[in-house]
């Protein structure tokens, strides 16, 4: 019977389904670290999970370390250690060395969080990416934008994503940019060229370091256009073609890059670009499975439940790749601004044009406050057997959908 443990933050909807697949799979015994009391669980899920610990801190690895220690300890034994959320990927490496539990190496982990470093292992393995260079102060940037010039990107070395990614097209954007960030030897930054092209994602499974699995996704726009304008609607799509010889340039080039980080088990996030000249190039990669419901649409365009795989992966090993089926796509609906949600006009008339090419809609709630971040207030998710279906039908949603904030 194995002996489980996952560590969140914060219970949100995300987590919850996490801890679901892993209590569904049968003769697992489950313990659940976070910074939220148990009681923050659905009563049903909570019922299910062996044991519970809440800590001040899930960042700490000497929290999670000890927090797994004492559940290791009721529960009678530790076989897996396991957390997707971005941040918390090298404290939980380093509980899991502390404690003597199989998993992602501390050194592979902090290949994956700091983006520096990682350039550094993509340029040794002769891995396409943007140039890049470490800020601990603001005359780095500076000499760095001196040599390449603009446009350029700068976020904090351990960035998430396009979370706090700021592009900068001019002197003033860098300099507003340093304000924000504040690099320094205790918060490092990565600034690294502009790439322009499509923007896309690279999903793999990989299997003891080998990946046996991968499906692609593009974004609509790219994801920095979306952090940079709150009223912008945007859309992903998988594509029919995400398994077709037309990504085998990233498939390969992913499984190389995953490689050199050192990927050992699990579903991982990459982030790329095709740039113009039909050349490729690697942004970054997260040791963890893609938000911004990603893993939805892969169940939906491959006929599985992607969360429940990946317990399966994680717990036991397995994985039996499937085959893809369909399309699937997803608009997110934004309110713009701040406020809480007044109303949200024209899903009907959405709905009568093309809801029968519905999987998964969440509506924005009337009250709820604004969610401040690029997945927006709500979604809508769509399948069919041709991509170009999927895009049309988004781009209706995204037209005729609108939520009102007061």
Known sequence: MPIVI?????????????????????????????????????????QTIDAHYKVDNVFDAAHLAFAAKTLRNYLGGLDKFLAVNEQIQVPVAEAREALGVEGLSVESAKNFRDKARMKSRFAAADIPCAKHAAVTKPSHAVEFA?????????????????????????????????????????????????????????????VNGNAVWQSCTYYLPAALDVMR?????????????????VYADIRQTGAKALQALGMTTGVSHLEWFRKRTGKI????????????????????????????????????????????????GVAFLRGQGAGRVKAVHGFEAATA?????????????????????????????????????VEQALQRVIELVRVELW
């Open 281 to 328: 190039a690697i942004s970054e990669v997260g040791a963890r499975p893609p938000g911004a419901q990603i893993m939805t649409l892969n169940s939906r365009a491959f006929d599985i439940d992607f969360i429940s795989a990946w317990a399966r992966l994680m717990v036991y090993g397995e994985f039996i790749p499937p085959e893809q089926k369909s399309a699937a």
């Open 229 to 245: 304008n709150q009223w912008i609607q945007w859309r992903i799509i998988l594509p029919r073609e995400a398994s077709s010889d």
């Open 146 to 206: 001196t040599a390449v010039g603009f446009p350029l990107v700068l976020k904090p070395l351990a960035g998430a994503g396009s979370q706090s990614t700021f592009q900068i097209q001019h002197e003033k954007d860098l300099h507003d940019a340093l304000l924000r960030i504040q690099p320094s030897d205790a918060n490092p930054a990565v600034i690294e060229e502009f790439v322009l092209g499509q923007e896309h994602s690279l999903e793999t499974v990989s």
């Open 353 to 389: 044009e093309v809801g029968h090419l519905f999987t998964d809609v969440k509506l924005p709630d009337i009250g709820q406050p604004a969610s401040g971040t690029y997945e927006g207030e709500g979604f809508v998710i769509v399948r069919h057997s041709d991509t170009a279906v």
């Open 6 to 46: 996952f560590a969140t933050p914060f219970f949100n909807a995300n987590a919850v389904g996490f801890i679901n697949a892993l209590c569904s799979l049968p003769n697992v015994r489950l313990g659940v670290i976070a910074q939220e009391a148990q009681e923050r669980l659905p009563t049903a899920l909570r």
